[in-house]
Nanobody
Framework: QVQVTESGGGSVQAGGSLRLSCVVSAGGRGTDCSDPVSWLRQPPGKQREFVARISADGSTTYADSVKGRFAISQDNTKNTAYLQMNSLKPEDTAMYFC??????????????WGQGTQVTVSS
């Protein structure tokens, strides 16, 4: 079974910082979660959008809207990915989700999501 848990959200003023965490718990023999981990967000009333991705080799990709302000990283020893968010803007307000692709003995590669963590940035 694979579980994804996000944390670290909160309310900050514009210009502030937050650090989100994503813990992936993947138990069971034959479970492989070696694919990239991604952060996405869903602003109020809008569709979910890509924010950042980090591959198993450490290479990163960012949405243009967060380049230079956000940084994604991971600690494989802790099965945890992080999203450091600096210089936050009101338009960064959204529910942030972590997504991980895994396969188990009984399921093909699938995307797993957490419940999300809310980030609210006030002007």
């Amino acid at each position: 079974q694979v579980q994804v848990t996000e944390s670290g959200g909160g309310s900050v003023q514009a210009g502030g910082s937050l650090r989100l965490s994503c813990v992936v718990s993947a138990g069971g023999r034959g479970t492989d979660c070696s694919d990239p981990v991604s952060w996405l967000r869903q602003p109020p009333g809008k569709q979910r959008e890509f924010v950042a991705r980090i591959s198993a080799d450490g290479s990163t990709t960012y949405a243009d809207s967060v380049k230079g302000r956000f940084a994604i990283s991971q600690d494989n020893t802790k099965n945890t990915a992080y999203l450091q968010m600096n210089s936050l803007k009101p338009e960064d307000t959204a529910m942030y989700f972590c997504q991980k692709s895994c396969t188990t003995r009984s399921t093909p590669w699938m995307n797993y999501w957490g419940q999300g963590t809310q980030v609210t940035v006030s002007s």
